[in-house]
């Protein structure tokens, strides 16, 4: 379970018994992006308005879906007028992480390897994003 705290306008959350612990400033809490995944300079994969804190904290160590949605709740608690799109950002989540896996994959695997294109254009049909 996410435990959390309110203490000198900083949001302290942690999980018990992992490496788990973060400050954020509670007029960031809410803050959304345009998340991109795949390689820097390549067309990739957009998100559009999908939680800053929640992609960076959960596509990581920690992926488990409960933590995210406790953490979704953490943050509509302190910023209930954010705009953003928590079916897009848990999407995000599960991508980016796939994405990952496939990436290291990739590159521990010798015998064929996929190109950057065909990881992005397989996520995108597995996820139906085009």
């Known amino acids: 379970m996410i435990k959390h ?3 000198d306008n900083l949001v302290y959350i942690s999980i018990d018994n992992v490496d788990f ?3 954020i400033p509670i007029k960031k809490i809410g803050n959304s992006i345009d998340w991109r995944i795949g390689v820097k300079g390549t067309a990739g994969i957009v998100m559009k308005n999908v939680s800053t804190w929640t992609l960076q904290l959960f596509t990581k160590n920690i992926t488990d879906n409960k933590y995210v949605n406790q953490f979704k709740s953490i943050l ?10 928590w079916e897009d950002t848990l999407l995000a989540v599960i991508i980016q992480n796939e994405y990952n896996k496939l990436i290291a994959a990739n590159n521990i695997t010798a015998e064929k390897k996929n190109s950057e294109d065909e990881i992005i ?4 049909k ?4 085009d």
């Open 76 to 85: 509509e608690e302190h910023s209930t007028n954010n705009t953003i799109d």
């Open 121 to 124: 254009s397989m996520l995108k």
């Open 21 to 23: 612990s973060y400050r």
């Open 126 to 129: 597995k996820y139906k994003l």
């Open 5 to 7: 705290s309110l203490i």
